[in-house]
């Protein structure tokens, strides 16, 4: 889930970045892009760089955005360590969007840290704005004009079910014209509704609408940067319906448990082996007891 989050990430950067911003709360703006990491920090990438544009000046202005899934005891630091790398490289202090996708325990991102020398008499700080993402209101951004910010409303606050909500979310993304775009989006709903809703695999009822992966082939030849993304949240589905397939081809009726327990398998290697046991295992019991222990 990790790497699928951090994929999203990417390409939403890249081809969603005026969302981003919106959300960090920088508005106004008349066009914007997305910059090389790779050319600021060497050493540590920041998540993203945007080169953004306001009326009336005429330099652009940097944001640094960084997407952290759960609040950790290092981010601050680590946003402090970009700045400064950036600030060196361009000469500029840049802007900064920093977002917590859910929250954990009783840890905190402050968007406060500070450098002090060994001996205390030098010390290096910043300051700069957090976005909690179960903070906002995923009614707020399903009203939103922008299609770009609505895989993030399963992240935000909301009293709908997830059904209802989702269903909601793909009703607002199979009117995005441009095919690529609506398969990109609607694959990134689907990964973060699987961080805010664990278990649940809601691919499906969005694919339903949009024909997902019809449109796949070309998605991927247009944004790489998703491509084992998309790819492998395919696999999984295909081979989650291969094993409830084989299941009743064998024992007649699958138990209603089963469905969302193989949703909550995040693995493609495991998923073979669920599907090896699905053809060869005595009785339904058997396969039950296998998927639900601890892998």
Same mark, same amino acid.
């Given at each position: 889930?990790?790497?699928?989050?951090?994929?999203?990430?990417?390409?939403?950067?890249?081809?969603?970045?005026?969302?981003?911003?919106?959300?960090?709360?920088?508005?106004?703006?008349?066009?914007?892009? #997305?910059?090389?990491?790779?050319?600021?920090?060497?050493?540590?990438?920041?998540?993203?760089?945007?080169?953004?544009?306001?009326?009336?000046?005429?330099?652009?202005?940097?944001?640094?955005?960084?997407?952290?899934?759960?609040?950790?005891?290092?981010?601050?630091?680590?946003?402090?360590?970009?700045?400064?790398?950036?600030?060196?490289?361009?000469?500029?202090?840049?802007?900064?969007?920093?977002?917590?996708?859910?929250?954990?325990?009783?840890?905190?991102?402050?968007?406060?840290?500070?450098?002090?020398?060994? *001996?205390?008499?030098?010390?290096?700080?910043?300051?700069?704005?957090?976005?909690?993402?179960?903070?906002?209101?995923?009614?707020?951004?399903? #009203?939103?004009?922008?299609?770009?910010?609505?895989?993030?409303?399963?992240?935000?606050?909301?009293?709908?079910?997830?059904?209802?909500?989702?269903?909601?979310?793909?009703?607002?993304?199979?009117?995005?014209?441009?095919?690529?775009?609506?398969?990109?989006?609607?694959?990134?709903?689907?990964?973060?509704?699987?961080?805010?809703?664990?278990? *649940?695999?809601?691919?499906?009822?969005?694919?339903?609408?949009?024909?997902?992966?019809?449109?796949?082939?070309?998605?991927?030849?247009?944004?790489?940067?998703?491509?084992?993304?998309?790819?492998?949240?395919?696999?999984?589905?295909?081979?989650?319906?291969?094993?409830?397939?084989?299941?009743?081809?064998?024992?007649?009726?699958?138990?209603?448990?089963?469905?969302?327990?193989?949703?909550?398998?995040?693995?493609?290697?495991?998923?073979?082996?669920?599907? *090896?046991?699905?053809?060869?295992?005595?009785?339904?019991? #058997?396969?039950?007891?296998?998927?639900?222990?601890?892998?």
């Amino acid at each position: 889930m990790r790497q699928d989050k951090d994929r999203s990430g990417k390409w939403l950067l890249t081809h969603h970045g005026d969302a981003i911003l919106r959300l960090g709360g920088i508005t106004g703006f008349t066009a914007w892009k #997305a910059l090389q990491a790779e050319t600021v920090a060497p050493r540590r990438l920041p998540d993203g760089l945007l080169e953004v544009r306001f009326p009336n000046e005429p330099e652009p202005t940097l944001v640094l955005v960084e997407i952290e899934t759960y609040p950790d005891s290092d981010a601050d630091r680590q946003v402090l360590d970009d700045l400064m790398l950036i600030a060196v490289d361009r000469k500029t202090v840049p802007e900064v969007v920093s977002l917590v996708l859910k929250p954990k325990g009783n840890l905190t991102v402050t968007g406060a840290s500070e450098r002090v020398s060994p *001996r205390g008499r030098t010390r290096v700080g910043g300051t700069w704005p957090v976005v909690r993402m179960w903070e906002l209101e995923a009614e707020a951004l399903l #009203a939103s004009p922008d299609a770009g910010v609505i895989p993030w409303v399963p992240l935000a606050h909301t009293a709908l079910s997830p059904d209802e909500l989702m269903t909601r979310c793909r009703d607002r993304l199979v009117q995005v014209p441009d095919a690529n775009d609506r398969a990109g989006l609607l694959a990134v709903t689907d990964i973060f509704a699987g961080l805010a809703f664990p278990g *649940r695999s809601f691919f499906e009822l969005l694919r339903g609408s949009a024909m997902l992966d019809k449109v796949l082939e070309t998605a991927v030849s247009e944004s790489p940067a998703l491509r084992d993304t998309l790819t492998g949240v395919l696999l999984r589905q295909t081979t989650r319906r291969n094993i409830l397939a084989a299941l009743e081809a064998r024992f007649g009726n699958v138990p209603t448990e089963c469905e969302p327990a193989l949703d909550a398998v995040p693995d493609e290697a495991r998923l073979k082996t669920l599907f *090896r046991l699905a053809v060869t295992c005595p009785d339904l019991d #058997a396969f039950v007891a296998a998927l639900t222990a601890a892998p």
